[in-house]
């Protein structure tokens, strides 16, 4: 038993020297020292794991760690990137952080003041934009920003674009062109989000006997598919199926 007391000084030590010898920040320091299990646990996942293992699973356990011990850091080196530089992927990186936070407002201005010069019109911005006006449910201007996407990009793709405007136009009870939107979009949506979301509007609309086809092929095809596709879409399988119940 005394060993273990023993044990854990070593190992807080061991993990001091290496805080100061490899030149991470300080703080871990003072987390060692006062949360010996939890400082240690911490730095061993944000500092020496990726460094053993490497990889994709590596690099989210790093990063889950980093925002749950200072979840504010990637919005300071966003907004730090803004003021030094000032140039379209810093702002579009602050007003994703910004975004994902639910900070509408402050993301919409983050993204209007990119949308300037030779990237006004640029397709990344104004999808953003889209996102954030559809997150403060403004969605007469998510609508615009997302036909002035289109407008001036015609080669631009993307299915979350398409989703977002179908729901966009459903949201404005635009049903008919919603509609519209969800069918062309559904069967090449890699998700099962998009045939839930038009199942949901056909029985809306009253076409109780096309909802429930669809949302019985989604199903179908689900079983078929490997596990970890459920396991991803659980949210919208069992929506659905809780819709044909």
Known sequence: MYLIPILSLLVQAGLIVHVIKTGRNMIWIWAIALLPLVGSLAYAA???????????TARRAQTGVRRML???????????EVEISGNVDARRRLAEELLER?????????????????????PTLLLGLARAQYGKQDF????????????NNPDF???????????????????EEAECAYA??????????????????????????????VLKDLLDGARLGPAHYRKAQAQWLERARRELS
């Not at 944000?46 to 994709?56: D, I, K, S, W």
């Not at 639910?102 to 640029?122: M, N, P, S």
């Not at 062309?184 to 056909?202: H, K, N, S, T, V």
């Open 157 to 175: 793709k993307s299915l979350d674009g398409q989703l977002l405007y179908a729901r966009t136009l459903e949201a404005q009870d635009a049903l």
């Open 140 to 151: 007469a201007a998510a609508r615009a920003a997302l036909e002035r996407l289109t407008a």
């Open 46 to 56: 944000v500092e020496l794991l990726p460094q053993l293992m490497g990889g994709r």
């Open 184 to 213: 062309a979009l559904a069967p090449g949506f890699p998700g099962a989000e998009a045939r839930l979301r038009y199942g949901l509007l056909l029985k809306r609309r009253g076409n109780l006997a096309e909802a429930r086809r």
């Open 102 to 122: 639910g900070q509408f407002d402050q993301a919409i201005e983050v993204y209007e003041g990119g949308l300037r010069g030779i990237f006004e019109h640029d």
């Open 70 to 80: 200072d979840p504010d850091r990637a919005l300071r080196q966003a907004s730090a």
